[in-house]
Antibody
């Protein structure tokens, strides 16, 4: 069974960067396209981006392009999401989730990592 | 970007009621639509995929359908354990996945 274990809560100041990790167990990261979805307090789900298995490249939602970077360390089966130039509206729970490309399904989810941006 | 307009944003119904949620796509998404349930403090859980196919283990009171660009999610007989927030998600293009705004379902 696939399990995703995310890093802990973070508090950051506006303008800083945050890097959230997501460790995969029960499978290898190379076979699981990883995506990231965030949820602001009391708000809905927002897709940020993920890996396209066709070419292995990361694809980002237009809203985050230039400010986000998604990477993977296959030696440790860990995925990372770094968000730069943080602002208060980036306060949210950040989820990693495996994505079944052909079915468009977010299959397995991490427990979420709360990022709070506050001066 | 493909926009998904989900309605209502919240609803309150009695146990046993039939409940319907709608997602309208801004363009044709060819049945590439899934429905998720999210409980407070938990990650979303897939219920319906490809507009009308039930995920394994999902109770049969849940169903999905489509009429043109309108996609519906129905709970035929609302149960107390069905409280939570429901989201539609389109995947017509992997480069622009989007969720609906969510519908919070409560028991009256």
């Amino acid at each position: 069974q696939v399990q995703l274990e995310q890093s802990g809560a973070e508090v950051k100041k506006p303008g800083a960067s945050v890097k959230v990790s997501c460790k995969v167990s029960g499978h290898t990261l190379t076979e699981l396209p990883m995506h990231w979805v965030r949820q602001a307090p009391g708000k809905g789900l927002e897709w940020m981006g993920g890996f396209d298995p066709e070419d292995g490249a990361a694809i980002y939602a237009q809203k985050f392009q230039g400010r986000v970077a998604m990477t993977e360390d296959t030696s440790t089966d860990t995925a990372y999401m770094e968000l730069r130039s943080l602002r208060s509206e980036d306060t949210a729970i950040y989820y990693c989730a495996t994505y079944i490309t052909m079915a468009g399904i977010f299959d397995f989810w991490g427990q979420g990592s709360l990022v709070t941006v506050s001066s | 970007d493909i926009q998904m307009t989900q309605s209502p944003s919240s609803l309150s119904a009695s146990v046993g009621d039939r409940v319907t949620i709608t997602c309208q796509a801004s363009q044709d998404i060819r049945n590439y639509l899934n429905w998720y349930q999210q409980k407070p403090g938990k990650a979303p859980k897939l219920l319906i995929y490809d507009a009308s196919n039930m995920e394994i283990g999902v109770p049969s009171r849940f169903s999905g359908g489509r009429s043109a660009t309108n996609y519906t999610f129905t709970i035929s007989s609302l149960q107390p354990e069905d409280t939570g927030t429901y989201y539609c998600q389109q995947y017509d293009h992997v480069s622009e996945l989007t969720f609906g705004g969510g519908t919070k379902v409560e028991i009256k």
